[in-house]
């Protein structure tokens, strides 16, 4: 298998697509948008600028990747690759529809993959004469860091595909793991219910939306909150997925929680909206985001590190974590906006094994400068990934000091 093509240009798609192309495939990316394929080939040059800055690849490297990706609005050009991923807007008869035209496009050996998080394999299947090379690879966000990818065969799926669709996922470095075709298949199917059960605990008025979002982070080691975790994802697509589970199980325990639906009417959409179980503006409609951003913006990196080095001599250069935090500032600030700095340090930059080594007392002040519009719960902290210094060292930052 050589040539991959990525159908969907959006944030999922040209994730895929960078990841396709950092695996040595050549990797066709379309989209019949011009505009969302330019936005989608952006985000990856931006992703691999990043990676050269924090010296995961050279410039040769990067250089080399962006070359496996052809951008396409011709759908033609797709006709000799050997595997499709579809990765388009979540609803299945565009989905078969696609599925459809490419069957009488794509060379008879071309198998074809669906990025679907939960809708019907078996039934994408049946709009095509090649069902049995039709499978489920449901990747996680954002693909060039989630490790997962769940393989879903549908009922006719044959093991020589769903054989290669584990090849595939191995090659692009990801942990794959199978799963039999059932409503939003394993990791949603779980998720989905615990979103909505914790809304029905806020709805029921047993705890906020703060204490139930620190109760799971904390008392469960969640990295997110659950009603933080659907303002992220938006609240109306959490809807969607939450109906989807109820109409395909018909099952009463599975019902959407009515608070859920309420809030998606009022158009408090979570983060794309400004609203949602959360609130993302102050009572003066300051927004958060907009204020963090500014924020990292605005601190002197070259300064932080100076003082870090100061005071911890012979730090190794690959371990400075502010410059790291500093670089990864864009996918972090939705988790500290909620305070959630747990999140924060389970995500990369920061590596993904938990935190260790608590001082409370001592990281009161530690990253205040980056909360300017509302208060810090729980207090934040930094660690070191550096075994060595783990223990023995705290990056400890108060305000006078570094800014």
């Known amino acids: 298998m050589k040539s991959i093509a990525i159908v969907g240009a959006g944030i999922m798609g040209n994730g895929i697509a960078q990841v396709a192309a950092e695996s040595d495939f050549d990797v066709f990316l379309y989209d019949v948008d011009a505009v969302g394929l330019e936005r989608g080939v952006s985000r990856i040059e931006k992703t691999l600028a990043r990676n050269v800055e924090k010296t995961k690849i050279n410039q040769s490297q990067s250089d080399e990747i962006r070359r496996r990706i052809i951008p396409t609005r011709n759908i033609n050009d797709l006709k000799d690759v050997d ?29 074809f993959a669906s990025n679907t998080s939960g809708l019907s394999i078996t039934e994408m299947a049946s709009s095509v004469k090649r069902s049995g090379k039709v499978i489920g690879m449901h990747f996680f966000n954002p693909v060039p860091v989630m490790q997962l990818v769940e393989i879903i065969r549908g009922e006719q799926t044959t093991d020589e595909t769903f054989e290669l669709a584990h090849q595939v996922a191995e090659r692009f470095n990801k942990v794959a793991i199978s799963v039999k075709e059932a409503p939003l298949f394993a990791v ?40 933080a975790l659907t303002d992220l994802i938006g609240l109306d697509t959490m809807l969607f ?18 608070l859920l639906k309420k809030y998606v009417r009022a158009g408090r959409l979570g983060r794309k909206s400004g609203q949602g179980f959360l609130h993302m503006t102050d009572n003066q409609g300051v927004d958060k985001m907009s204020a963090i951003d500014k924020t990292f913006q605005q601190i002197n990196w070259d300064k932080v590190e100076g003082y870090l080095r100061k005071s911890i001599p012979g730090l190794p250069e690959e371990k400075m974590i502010v410059q790291q935090f500093s670089e990864g500032y ?31 007392e001592r990281e009161y002040r530690m990253l205040e400068k980056v909360n300017p519009v509302f208060p810090l719960a729980p207090k934040p902290y930094i660690y070191c990934e550096d075994p060595e210094l783990m223990d023995k060292h705290f990056y400890i930052m108060e305000k006078n000091k570094v800014w």
């Open 83 to 111: 595997l499709v991923i579809e990765a388009i807007i979540e609803q299945i008869e565009p989905k078969k529809s696609l599925l459809a035209e490419l069957d009488n496009i794509c060379k008879p050996s071309t198998i």
């Open 188 to 227: 949603n199917r779980i998720l989905t219910p615990m979103i909505n059960e914790a809304i029905f605990v806020l709805s029921e008025g047993i705890a906020s939306a703060e204490d139930i979002d620190r109760g799971m982070m904390l008392g469960a080691s969640h990295p997110i909150g659950p009603l």
């Open 241 to 258: 997925v939450a109906e989807t589970l109820y109409n395909e199980t018909n099952d009463s325990k599975y019902r959407p929680a009515p």
């Open 330 to 360: 864009s996918n972090l600030t939705y988790l500290v906006q909620m305070g959630n700095w747990e999140g924060v340090l389970r995500r990369p930059p920061f590596g993904e094994v938990p935190p260790r080594a608590h001082d409370m």
